[in-house]
């Protein structure tokens, strides 16, 4: 019990600390690829501090709903932290699998998608109508991918994921991982907002989907729905790296182990970072509706993966 | 009256829910009346699958009933036909011969077709019309089926249809299933057959349509439990395939027309055809596994399916009387003309909250668990060595992924248009909150929706027991520490209440992280910001049609938008505009595919027919006596 709450603790502490950071790494790696200096990665905290010590203006027009939305948020990130395998392939919450992940993830798009058409401008409206189409279409590839990795691992729990595919590292080497890796990291850049489906860096009315969603948000309002994205992206990153690499998440709950774990993790997300951001400098942002036949690609490799598992059992 | 009869109701509903539930416990009984009917006479028994069914109809009717009080407590008309309507579906699932069937399923149509029509203007007409010729098609089909059941196997009386029919020749029990699986289906609402559906359920007062959809549409369901687990024994593996991708079908289908409906009670109606789909796609796996000898995984199937039955009678009956309350204060169903109901209505902004939240599968409510026990059962479909149907149930995973996706985009809609931002119309504007009794029915089933999501272990273990009575197999599911259900050794597991207690803790920590910083957690009130505009007005607000725009484009080999625009300019020059008409309808796949080919067809037989009908009495006695004549020659 003492042991689940220290690790629960843990857990939380490493995405939510870690997230701003991740977002702050991700926009200087950037701006050095294009040839500007950039921030410095520590700049989203200086962000965070100062949004939440400004007084939110609410308009007139929104109810509860709006309000309570960027708390909603960080619990739902903080939940899902918890049962996520980011330290340990044994989380806290241990019974929860990714079906449970992926409808937590949907909570919070349940109420951030409502709290963009409770102010009434048409700005909010047009973003949760398009953030809620892109997570209604990346719902069926998400599955469909964990499911390929499921069959492999037997279970859909996380931690039996990752620990099964750990002990067999073939696993991890036959096609049907690949295509599974690949469709679900089309789907993270479609769910956390990232090019080519929506750009985080721009405030232009026609392209926009997340940042017209929360335009009316402010203050420290501003502040928790920033921090909750961040540690989406993290927690995204992390499944990714953890799920479909699955070497070095320790199982022991000793602190050794758990320090290698965190610097293997830190190292793996380190790549998939730079991946990131070489994939940000050298394509453009899609049409809005060119990302529908991007997201089908990635749902046909799902669903290839899938097949591939069938055939070559 | 109307209260008199509503108050009876509700006491029958509830003593109903306690028979039921005693008879799901195992207490079963059987009753005869043999005296007062021909054909085998009147016969009623109790078993677990029918206390089920009887606990749900009795469990429904009485938040139902107490809403009703305040609904329609002072009308006259229709209240009879609504205590006669609860009493048949009572009765369904408790007949045990084809006589007692049959006069408590026509009962129940007539009941419900008379409470359709009860406004008597031309869109109810014209529902009841399309709603009793699919009922009738739909009975013709289940006589059909029962009558071929019962001259095969001798007798009247289901009991003995399960003993005798696995000795049956597999054809024949094919063409029966087929019979009575179109039958069913009609009643359940699944596409191909849901056109009644979209027309009834709007027509009809709103507490009726809480009980159409909430649990009549369900006796469908029995009806097709009653008959591919009870009746006719194990099948082979292709009425599980049918099932299934039914069910992937009717889902997907169903929640894409919701998604463009501005008619708030018709989105509704077209949602529960998607959940008529989730619990089809729960019962063709259950088929599918039972005909390949993974018992377990059909029980688990089974349960998961029965579990969506109750889930789905709980948050669509809160939601159609949350429409119901929305309708009654404003007068309109339709989304374009609701909106900040939130401050206006806010018990039934909050029930409607609650149903939407639990139908669009977002955890820890009830709606989340029916689907991820479906998911787990579908997901375990690699047991099977049969690649084709392992292909099958991948689809019909995809189709569920993607249906829960689109259920959230749906509700979002339904709720941010109709209940958020600025109100839309004046009736909008001058919304008051429904009287007492409604927000009492609407409180009873919310917590149902929630004690349902919370209480899933309890749950799933009294429909497990239900469920192993029709597929005897061990249960794959174990119930762990902290509640949490554990499917096949370690495949998956859940436990909803500490889903619930860690959320609520997550939520409560940094209001708590404030208080004990001291800080006060203030907010300035602004209007909402509008790149320089000098008012807002509901006419800035997103509309529901441009919510659903999106999905239109996405999926318009679906829908098949055509889009009218229509501009007058005046004649010396074109940049004067005078008129502008817009309009976007869209027009459905299965309509143009089947029903308007059906509709065209079936004119030109009766075109044909038109020949030999002359008008003249004597003409017509001539063809009675021809018959009779043949008749007699071929007995």
Known sequence: MISDVVMATLHVLAIALGAPLLVGILRTLKARLVGRRGPSPWQPYRDLRKLFGKTPVVSTTTSWVFRATPYVLVATMVVAAMAAPVLSSRPPLAFAGIIMLMYLFLLGTFFLTLAGLDAGSAFGGMGSSREVAVAALAEPTVILAVFALSLQANTTNLGGVVDRLADNPLLAANPSHLLAFAAFFIVMLAETGRLPVDNPATHLELTMIHEAMVLEYSGRHLALVEWASAMKLLLFLTLLANLFFPWGVPQALAPRPLLIGAAVLAGKLAILAVGIAVLETSIAKLRLFRVPELLAGSFALALLSVTAVFLLR | ?635
Request: net charge positive; charged share 10%; hydrophobic share 60%.
């Open chain 2, 1 to 635: 009256m109307g209260v008199a009869v509503y108050v009876v109701t509700a006491v029958l509903g509830t003593a109903a829910a306690v028979a039921g539930m005693a008879g799901m416990l195992g207490h079963g009984w059987h009753a005869s009346l043999a005296w007062l009917v021909p054909l085998g006479g009147l016969a009623l028994e109790m078993d677990r699958l029918a206390g089920l069914f009887v606990a749900l109809v009795g469990a429904t009717s009485v938040p139902v009933s107490v809403y009703a009080v305040g609904y329609a407590g002072r009308e006259r008309r229709g209240a009879l036909a609504y205590l006669v309507f609860v009493g048949a579906m009572l009765l369904v699932p408790l007949a045990s011969n084809i006589m007692t069937f049959a006069i408590a399923w026509e009962l129940m149509s007539l009941a419900s077709y008379v409470l359709v029509v009860q406004r008597r203007d031309g869109a109810s007409a014209h529902a009841g019309w399309v709603y009793a010729i699919m009922t009738h098609a739909g009975l013709g089909c289940l006589l059909a089926g029962m009558l071929l059941l019962g001259g095969w196997t001798g007798s009247a009386r289901f009991a003995e249809w399960a003993l005798a029919a696995p000795g049956l020749d597999p054809t024949a029990r094919s063409i029966v299933w087929v019979l009575l699986a179109v039958g069913f289906l009609a009643k359940a609402g699944a596409m191909p057959l849901h056109v009644w559906l979209p027309l009834a359920h709007p027509a009809a007062p709103s507490h009726v349509s809480a009980l159409m959809s909430g649990v009549m549409i369900k006796l469908g369901v029995y009806g097709l439990v009653r008959a591919s687990f009870g009746w006719l024994g194990p099948g082979p593996t292709w009425w599980g395939t049918v099932l299934l991708l039914l069910g992937a079908a009717a889902a997907v289908g169903g929640v894409l027309y919701a998604l463009t409906d501005r008619d708030l009670k018709r989105l509704l109606a077209y949602s529960s055809i998607e959940n008529i789909g989730i619990i089809l796609i729960g019962l063709g796996a259950a088929l599918a596994f039972r005909s390949t000898a993974a018992e377990a995984l059909a029980l688990l199937s089974l349960t998961a399916a029965l579990y969506h039955v109750v889930n789905h009678a709980a948050f669509k009956s809160l939601l159609f009387m949350a429409a119901g309350s929305v309708l009654h204060a404003t007068g309109t169903r339709d989304l374009e003309a609701l909106g900040g109901l939130v401050k206006r209505m806010p018990w039934t902004a909050a029930a409607f909250f609650t149903g939407a939240a639990a139908i669009a599968a977002l955890p820890p409510l009830n709606g989340f668990v029916s689907e991820w026990l479906t998911f787990q059962a579908l997901l375990q479909n690699v047991r099977l060595p049969v690649p084709g149907l392992n292909l099958v149930f991948t689809v019909a995973i995809a189709a569920l992924a993607l249906t829960g996706g689109l259920a959230v985009a749906c509700f979002v809609k339904a709720y941010g248009v109709g209940f958020l931002a600025l109100p839309r119309s004046e009736a909008a504007a001058a919304a008051h909150e429904a009287p007492v009794p409604m927000r009492a029915g609407m409180a009873l089933a919310a917590l149902a929706c929630l004690a349902l999501g919370v209480g899933a272990a309890t749950a799933v273990e009294r429909l497990g027991a239900v469920a192993v009575t029709l597929v005897p197999a061990a249960s794959p599911i174990a119930i762990g520490p902290w509640r949490t259900l554990e499917v096949s050794e370690g495949f998956a597991s859940l436990s909803t209440a500490a889903v619930a207690i860690a959320l609520a803790g997550a939520l409560a920590l940094p209001l708590v992280a404030l208080a004990l910083a001291g800080a006060r957690p203030r907010v300035r009130r602004y209007e909402t910001w509008g790149c320089g505009r000098l008012l807002q007005t509901a006419r800035m607000e997103y509309t529901a049609t441009a919510f659903a725009n999106p999905f239109t484009r996405i999926f318009d080999f679906f829908y098949r938008p055509v889009k009218r625009l229509d501009i007058d300019t005046h004649p010396e020059s074109r940049f004067f505009v005078q008129r502008i008409a817009y309009d976007n309808p869209t027009r459905f796949v299965i309509d143009d595919w089947l029903y308007r080919p059906a509709g065209l067809a079936l004119r030109a037989l009766a075109h044909r027919a038109a020949a030999i009908q002359s008008g003249s009495p004597n003409l017509y006695l001539a063809y009675v006596l021809a018959v009779l004549l043949l008749l007699l020659v071929l007995a």
